[in-house]
């Protein structure tokens, strides 16, 4: 009965809101619902693939209303790119909602682990903590191309990306939010200028949050501090002033150079992804 249930919900959220003709995600992440799921213990192996599919066709009957009401709509599951791992972890979910994809929602944060190759998420029990998980910012540039090569018709949307540190800390490996930000749009506009056609990019996320259970991870461009300011006064992070001068000047300069060496594709994402030049 989810499906029916999620899908009665959804009518009301789509009828209410389609007068402002916004961009729509369907689902954020489908694939760590069912990730969260195993995990937990709520669904068995068995059953993941029953979830999947249950998945893609609330997706689905969704994204039909919405064109109904909206023929001209803009529609999407957004997928969080697990590299080293994305054709295992979400070309399952992929192969069954492509026909009814306007764009192509991507969230990109993590490299996998350094010594052990393993795909590195946000939130997975027993690794490494969020602020201490490899950062390749070059790598957003691999995730558009994979899915660019997929769906060369389509529309590519950064619908999540961002830095976590601990508690507003300095980095164990000392990279900014700035930079990260900076070395980001970088590769965003070298994507651009090899083809792919990016429309958009949201930073993750305006404040900190609940991320994962835990306020411990901190994203936001603006820092709060939850657990011990009743006020919860929102304090820039130095990422802000960079936001607003790339917003102010439409991107990086063209002569700017990514603040980390980027490394080969082959130490930051799967062979399959990497077939190709590297942009460096």
Known sequence: GMVAAWLANMRKVVHRYASRDPLWVTFNEPAAYVGTELRTGGISVAEAPVMVEHIARAHNEIYDVIHRIRPDAQVTSNLGYVAGAETEVNQPIVDRISAKLDFVGVDYYFAPLPRTGESAQGGAEGGPPMWELPVHPEGIYYALR??????????????????????????????????????????LQRAKADGMNVIGYNYWSLTDNYEWGSYT????????????????????????????????????????????????????????????????
């Not at 018709?153 to 164990?172: A, H, S």
């Open 146 to 187: 994979h899915y660019a090569r997929q769906f060369p018709d389509r529309p590519l949307y950064v619908v999540e990306n961002g830095l976590p540190t601990e508690n507003g800390q300095v980095r164990p490996d000392g990279y900014t939010r700035a930079d990260h930000l900076r070395d980001t749009v970088y590769w």
């Open 217 to 280: 991870p901190r994203f936001g461009l603006y820092t709060v501090d939850v657990l011990t300011d009743p006020t919860l006064t929102r304090r820039p992070t130095d990422a802000v002033d960079a936001y607003g001068r790339l917003i102010r000047a439409g991107g990086v300069a063209p002569g700017y150079q990514p603040t980390r060496v980027p490394v080969p594709c082959v130490r930051i994402d799967a062979p399959e992804t990497c077939t190709g030049d590297d942009p460096a």
